[in-house]
């Protein structure tokens, strides 16, 4: 402790007192017996400060008993070490995604996930990859899947909002109309917004770069970048016309972003986008569209994520939303501003 430092400190500056007076007795000065050698103390230098640390750190090593660390504590220390050693040649900025703060990103159960995560921090930091097959690296055969099992959530929010439809027997029928506008249903609403678009946010969220320099990123940020991306794609290239998924999407961004309501909520953004994307019965389209531009993908999603991991993965969740472009619905942008019984 600092008191026990400051002490032997103390102890050290009577210590030389004491040496002083006895050469000051043999070289013949006239020293009192008991009085101080001088009146100042005695000038503490950097080699003395270090002995006596030493020395209070291996006597008080020697005392008490070592403790097995836990593995909080060793995965802390792990990590301090790790960005300590890395910060010097860091030349980039390194993030830590939602899910690894949450403890859900993938190989992080048990010891050897926790070891597996220090390590992936320390690449991070230190801008060196980790090797593929290796704890932790990115795997060549496999896909990683999203955590807590999210896609089948996916799937079970599109088979709902399919079983709300069969009610009305004819799709295109005025019964199935009103059952997918949620200006007549409030159960369309709450199967879109409070189900599809959570379970859509939790499938892209894996693998997601949340944290930055500064602030954080949002998934709207992503789609922002995105359709930032398309226009850049078109102008750039000799390509000039649009998609029909491309020019929806970067209408809806448009149209989403116009509205003052929503200025200051990425959330009701996000949601809102999604209500578009199948009122335009392009959704399942919207996510290749989104996924497409490598650049974008490199700067919000690690390598490991789900919609970054394998072209399987897009086409399961493509695959899942797709049978939704057969269903009839009208759903309002601004359904959670002018509305709160959601």
């Given at each position: 402790s600092l008191a026990g430092v400051l002490q032997?400190?103390?102890?050290?500056?009577?210590?030389?007192?004491?040496?002083?007076?006895?050469?000051?007795?043999l070289a013949g000065g006239a020293v009192p017996a008991g009085a101080p050698a001088a009146t100042q103390p005695a000038a503490v230098h950097e080699d003395q400060v270090r002995a006596v640390l030493d020395r209070v750190i291996k006597e008080r090593a020697s005392t008490t008993p070592a403790r097995p660390a836990s593995s909080a504590i060793a995965r802390r220390q792990s990590m301090s070490g790790a960005l300590a050693g890395g910060a010097a040649g860091a030349k980039g900025t390194w993030s830590v995604g939602l899910l690894d703060l949450l403890g859900m990103a993938p190989g992080r159960d048990g010891e050897g996930g926790r070891a597996s995560a220090a390590a992936d921090?320390?690449?991070?930091?230190?801008?060196?990859?980790?090797?593929?097959?290796?704890?932790?690296?990115?795997?060549?055969?496999?896909?990683?899947?999203?955590?807590?099992?999210?896609l089948s959530g996916l799937q079970a929010a599109a088979r709902a909002i399919q079983a709300h439809f069969t009610a009305a027997g004819d799709l295109a029928g005025p019964e199935a109309l009103k059952l997918g506008n949620d200006a007549n249903n409030k159960e369309v609403a709450v199967l879109v917004r409070g189900q599809l678009c959570t379970a859509l946010s939790r499938v892209m969220l894996h693998g997601f770069k949340s944290f930055k320099l500064i602030g954080r990123y949002h998934i709207w940020?992503?789609?922002?970048?995105?359709?930032?991306?398309v226009h850049?794609?078109?102008?750039?290239?000799?390509?000039?016309?649009?998609?029909?998924?491309?020019?929806?999407?970067?209408?809806?961004?448009?149209?989403?972003?116009?509205?003052?309501?929503?200025?200051?909520?990425?959330?009701?953004?996000f949601r809102s986008f999604v209500c578009q994307g199948l009122n335009d019965r392009l959704l399942h389209e919207w996510v290749r569209?989104?996924?497409?531009?490598?650049?974008?993908m490199v700067k919000f999603y690690?390598?490991?994520?789900?919609?970054?991991?394998?072209?399987n993965a897009l086409k399961m969740v493509m695959s899942t939303m797709e049978p939704?472009?057969?269903?009839?619905?009208?759903?309002?942008?601004?359904?959670?501003?002018?509305?709160?019984?959601l």
């Open positions: 032997a400190l103390d102890e050290e500056r009577q210590r030389s007192r004491t040496l002083e007076a006895r050469l000051d007795a921090m320390q690449a991070r930091v230190r801008g060196t990859p980790r090797a593929v097959g290796t704890p932790g690296g990115p795997r060549p055969s496999s896909i990683i899947p999203p955590p807590n099992d999210a940020d992503f789609v922002q970048s995105a359709s930032d991306a850049e794609r078109h102008k750039d290239s000799e390509q000039s016309e649009y998609t029909d998924a491309e020019q929806s999407l970067t209408r809806a961004v448009v149209q989403v972003n116009d509205h003052e309501g929503m200025a200051s909520n990425p959330n009701i953004k569209v989104l996924t497409c531009d490598e650049q974008t690690e390598t490991w994520a789900y919609v970054r991991a394998s072209e939704l472009k057969e269903l009839p619905f009208r759903l309002s942008l601004d359904y959670e501003i002018t509305r709160w019984d």
